[in-house]
């Protein structure tokens, strides 16, 4: 493995396991409500509701990183 490889290995498992800690945050917040109706959806995410997604800013990051390595292996491979 290169140095490449164990930075992305370890920045996916610094992802991960932030993602896990949010989730169970977020749960643990949905079983206090009493009523069956949503909260109210933060203005600013009202005014932004792709940018302030943390799934799409997911997609978005891990789509860069993809295209990122793809285009690292394609100009340091040699044909």
Do not use: C
């Amino acid at each position: 493995m290169t140095m490449l490889d164990i930075v992305l290995a370890v920045l996916g498992t610094i992802i991960l396991i932030t993602g896990l800690f949010y989730t169970f945050n977020i749960s643990k917040n949905t079983k206090y409500q009493t009523n069956g109706y949503d909260t109210e959806v933060n203005p600013k995410v009202q005014d932004h509701p792709y940018t302030r997604n943390p799934i799409f800013l997911t997609y978005i990051i891990a789509g860069v990183l993809i295209i990122g390595y793809i285009i690292f292996r394609a100009l340091t491979s040699q044909w």
